[in-house]
């Protein structure tokens, strides 16, 4: 409001007196105003509300406050709590956007079937020894689909291998494994999926006897046994799959790649010490 006079004032040449009782404040209060001199805190809150701003509007609004303190904090090497962030955020009106539920899907027949083995203990002592996988259905144009096949190690909720193919196939999910281990030779995780018709096939298990990797797989209708894949899905989507029109297959493919770069280099977590996926596998 102070503002608002100070500005009519100078641009529009009006009365301070007159602008003071449009307003409803006195001219006291107003010239206290023109007179203050914000203390260092405010100042340091000012110059951190401009940081908040800047961070927000370079990741398309998808920071809420946990992951803004998480990134600030690292960049201006400070230790402001989360109720500093939640507190600026509110104040000037910036909120992460919203998650879009994921689609649920019906069960595939099923061939080679195994029990849930993972049991929801999705703590890794070291790399490489559980990891969980997936299939994401990603819509373009006119009603197009894209699939997003992806492996996630439960150590550090690092992506290890993904593939975006046109089909929903076995090939998907074969070549998604085949690229993980073209990485990681000679590993043998404890490997968690859903039911769904890949996981289940011959060419999946002829998979697991060649790579010596045990198979585990959800319970019918219980997403939240596969909850490090499903959360990365939900992530993705929610901070840049949802937030830009993909017109071609091509569109969609440079939104994973970017997506995926940034999530294991440069997304830091408290769960990791403030580190990124990558970087949290490096000091391990």
């Known amino acids: 409001m102070y503002q608002a006079i100070q500005e009519l004032n100078k641009e529009k040449g009006y009365a301070i007196k007159k602008l003071c009782a449009l307003a409803g404040v006195a001219r006291s209060a107003y010239y206290k105003w023109l007179g203050w001199t914000p203390s260092t805190k405010e100042l340091e809150i000012q110059v951190l509300a401009k940081e908040v701003k800047l961070r927000y509007d370079k990741r398309n609004g998808i920071l809420g406050y946990r992951q803004m303190r998480t990134q600030l904090n690292r960049k201006l090497k400070k230790q402001y709590n989360k109720k500093r962030y939640y507190r600026i955020m509110r104040a000037l009106g910036l909120k992460a956007v919203i998650r879009k539920k994921r689609p649920s899907y019906m069960k595939a027949p099923e061939t080679h079937v195994v029990e849930n083995v993972m049991n929801r203990n999705f703590e890794a002592q070291s790399p490489n020894t559980k990891w969980c996988t997936d ?27 993904w593939v975006l193919s046109h089909s929903n196939n076995n090939k998907l999910v074969v070549d998604t494994l085949k ?7 000679g590993v043998t995780p404890l490997l968690h999926s859903d039911r769904g018709f890949q996981y289940t096939s011959h060419e999946y298990n002829r998979l697991q006897l060649k790579y010596g990797f045990m198979k585990s797989m959800s319970r019918v209708s219980r997403c939240l046994d596969n909850q490090p894949i499903e959360r990365f899905w939900g992530t993705y989507k929610s901070e ?6 993909h017109d071609t297959y091509d569109d969609v493919l440079k939104d994973v790649i970017n997506y ?17 996926p990558n970087e949290y596998r490096r000091v391990a």
């Open 240 to 245: 840049s799959y949802y937030l830009t029109k």
């Open 179 to 185: 690229q993980a281990y073209e990485k990681n030779p």
């Open 135 to 161: 299939v994401t259905e990603l819509k373009y144009g006119n009603g197009r689909k894209a699939y997003l096949s992806a492996i996630i190690d439960v150590y550090d909720n690092s992506i290890v291998s």
């Open 260 to 276: 995926i770069r940034y999530y294991n280099n440069h997304r830091y977590t408290e769960r990791l010490e403030g580190l990124s």
